[in-house]
């Protein structure tokens, strides 16, 4: 089946560095996406990506889609306390039905 | 517009036990996934609703059900409850299955 390989598990940084995460896939996807979860609540949806090549911000944020629909990453750039967290990509096939395929998730701990 | 719910919030089950929890999508959605979040496997696809069929199901045992009503409300049964079934469950709605999946806040469940 689909495997996502996200990577790094875990980021210790301090407040104001820059992030970066990565995905990649042994299978193609056709849409990409990015969610942040806190402790005890659903993930919440930081960056969509819908095309190969795709570069998309979402204030601090910026995302892109991997040209050979393998792979994705998101930058974080000037991090702050409340961007702690786990961060998961997931990705969708264009034959599954309402399925997203996840990664294993990054935790995010920023030191003040 | 309100986003996804889930109910309850929070389940404790004994081994053996049933249980049924709740998912309202947001209004419009008609698409409603559900999944199966632990420490160990991460997040995993566990079926997709739309206009009331089961259109995609994830590789879980027969023990897990769903059903969507004409409302796009979605309920999921879990039967004869084992202890690895602990987790969080969570409900994504979306516009269409090739949409963008919103989640709820997701249901604890705990089997003692």
């Known amino acids: 089946g689909q495997q996502l390989n996200q990577s790094p598990q875990s980021m210790f940084i301090q407040e104001g560095e820059d992030v970066s995460m990565n995905c990649t896939s042994s299978s193609i996807f056709n849409t990409w996406l990015w969610y942040k979860q806190d402790p005890g609540e659903g993930p919440v949806l930081l960056i969509a990506?819908?095309?190969?090549?795709e570069l998309t911000s979402n204030g601090r944020l910026t995302a892109q889609f991997g040209i050979t629909r393998k792979d994705s990453f998101l930058n974080i750039s000037a991090s702050i306390p409340s961007d702690v967290g786990i961060y998961f990509c997931a990705g969708r096939s264009g034959t599954s039905y309402g399925k997203l395929t996840f990664g294993q998730g990054t935790i995010l701990t920023v030191h003040p | 517009k309100a986003g996804v719910t889930q109910t309850p919030r929070y389940l404790i089950k004994t081994r053996g036990q049933q249980v049924t929890l709740s998912c309202s999508p947001i209004?419009?959605?008609?698409?409603v996934s559900w999944y199966q979040q632990t420490p160990g496997q991460g997040l995993q696809f566990l079926f997709e609703y739309f206009s009331e069929t089961q259109r995609n199901k994830g590789n879980f045992p027969g023990r897990f059900s769903g059903r969507q009503f004409s409302n796009s409300r979605s309920e999921m049964n879990v039967s004869t409850l084992e202890l690895g079934d602990s987790a969080l469950y969570l409900c994504a709605s979306s516009f269409g299955d090739q949409e963008t999946q919103y989640f709820g806040p997701g249901t604890r469940l705990l089997v003692l």
């Open positions: 209004s419009g959605h008609r698409s």
């Open positions: 990506l819908y095309k190969a090549g």
